[in-house]
């Protein structure tokens, strides 16, 4: 969008809106409002209105189109992307309207390892050139294990509009100031946008680098006092811990949006208490985008049926039931540059009951973490440690902490403090994350000037180094 001239205004909300320029389109023929939407916002609007239909179909309705499109790509995956040839026998060949669930699940699960090791072999040698560009992307992989995929310009039509979606769901007011704190190059530390909404006009839009100090990003949060803020839960909670340190909040924020770790209830809690706002959160993958979204009604997130197909499956591959928490097991619905069908993202989730608010889009009522982030006990059991433990962390002088298991046994405890922990404040720790672990581990302390985040920025208050 051109630079508007900045014209001087008399400052009342009537004045401001007519030196606004139009949203989009300004120059279809003469016509300035309401727009005329063309190209990129068009389609996407179009997209969006569709999704604003599809999202009221019943669940059934829903699975038979996503199962008519795996078909559609199932016989191209077979046809262009070698990975696929043998791969794919149980839903190719079939005539339109017949593949099931059932032949679907058959299809083997895509395992992280597998594309590492096909490497061009899982890409389309053939993309229809009418997804227009192609885009190569490697995701960071945070346990050192990149992976390389590339993705169209469909695709990312579609991740748009479901994200425009997302912004209609919650009512969110485009005129506002949004900031987003995230992974930037090293050297940059804010990032000025232009819109935060494609084809909207918007308040202004922000980035800073979520690799700055905790203190910093505060006093800049404070600083350009937004509307609404998008970060990781992790950092949330240090810019409330930060906010109650020093008594003061964002004065303007209406939504905190959280992206790309596990949000705990207490984070949530914590957050309208701090600041008086909710938080909304998303979960995406790098691969595939966002993949489910919060209810505008329900704190829980809706799976976005219209671009994904996800599944959650036991150790046996097997469908887990609402409630039981298995791996997150995801296929896209038009990525014709590198067909993922039933790729395994890695992730235990659980989905949920059909939602009350009455869409069928299925509910994954939470994503729990990475098999990493599982505790494993002396005898052998995995479980998810509840790790909703903020209450007891912010009533300690703890600027940082993590958990790192070391043995069968032991636990170190990493900490940035403000002035060492008592005995007994130690003791307040371990029996504390002992409870959540389910055994009374042996706990290390050790304090840190810094705890470093992943090179994906990601921040794991607890992880496994004991294997198997
Ligand atoms: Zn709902």
Same mark, same amino acid.
């Given at each position: ?74 016989? =191209? ?7 696929? #040839? ?14 099931? @669930?059932?032949? =679907? %699940? ?18 389309? %040698?053939?993309? /229809? ?6 885009? !190569? ?30 912004? @209609?769901?919650? !009512? ?71 906010? !109650? ?8 924020? &209406? ?13 949530? &809690? ?25 209810? /505008? ?20 591959? !097997? ?16 990525? =014709?540059?590198? /067909? ?113 985040? #992943? ?14």
């Amino acid at each position: 969008m051109a630079k508007s001239k900045k014209r001087k205004t008399t400052g009342t909300r009537a004045a401001r809106n007519r030196a606004r320029p139009a949203p989009v389109s300004p120059s279809l023929g003469g016509t300035w409002w309401p727009p005329f939407p063309s190209g990129r916002v068009a389609q996407t609007q179009a997209m969006v209105f569709q999704l604003q239909q599809t999202q009221w179909w019943p669940e059934e309705r829903l699975l038979a189109r996503q199962l008519e499109q795996i078909r559609l790509l199932g016989e =191209f995956a077979r046809r262009t992307a070698p990975f696929y #040839a043998g791969r794919l026998d149980t839903i190719t060949g079939l005539a339109p309207g017949s593949l099931t @669930l059932d032949a =679907f %699940r058959r299809v083997p699960v895509l395992k992280r390892a597998d594309i590492q090791d096909v490497g061009e072999g899982l890409f389309s %040698r053939a993309p /229809p050139p009418e997804h227009g560009g192609i885009h !190569r992307m490697r995701t960071s992989g945070s346990t050192g294990e990149p992976v390389h995929v590339r993705t169209t310009d469909v695709a990312g039509m579609m991740n748009t509009a479901v994200s425009l979606r997302y912004h @209609l769901w919650h !009512r969110r007011d485009f005129t506002g100031k949004n900031i987003i704190i995230k992974g930037l190059k090293s050297n940059i530390d804010v990032q000025k946008g232009e819109s935060w909404v494609l084809g909207y006009p918007t308040g202004p839009s922000m980035a800073f680098n979520q690799t700055l100090p905790p203190n910093d990003l505060f006093d800049m949060v404070i600083r350009e006092d937004p509307h609404y803020l998008q970060c990781r839960p992790y950092a949330l909670g240090e810019l409330i811990r930060r906010s !109650r340190e020093l008594g003061v909040k964002p004065g303007r924020l &209406r939504e905190v949006r959280t992206v790309s770790e596990v949000l705990g209830d207490e984070l949530r &809690r914590q957050c309208r208490h701090a600041w008086g706002v909710p938080v909304s959160d998303n979960y995406s993958s790098e691969e595939f985008g966002i993949l489910a979204v919060q209810c /505008p009604d329900h704190p829980w997130n809706h799976v976005q049926s219209e671009k994904v197909l996800l599944e959650v499956l036991d150790d046996e591959g !097997r469908p887990c039931p609402p409630g039981k928490l298995g791996r997150v097991v995801v296929t896209a619905l038009h990525n =014709f540059a590198t /067909p993922l069908i039933r790729y395994d993202l890695g992730d235990y989730g659980e989905l949920g009951p059909a939602c009350p608010c009455g869409r069928g889009l299925p509910v994954l009522r939470r994503i729990a973490g990475r098999e990493r982030n599982l505790v494993v006990l002396p005898t052998g059991e995995k479980i998810f440690p509840v790790l909703d433990s903020d209450s007891v962390i912010f009533n300690l002088p703890i600027r940082q902490y993590q958990m790192i298991q070391k043995t069968l046994e032991m636990i170190e405890m990493k900490l940035v403090v403000e002035r060492p922990l008592k005995a007994a404040e130690e003791r307040q720790l371990r029996e504390y994350y002992c409870r959540s672990f389910g055994h009374p581990f042996r706990f290390q302390f050790v304090y840190v000037d810094e705890i470093a985040r #992943a090179a994906s920025g990601k921040y794991e208050v607890f992880r496994s180094e004991v294997g198997g």
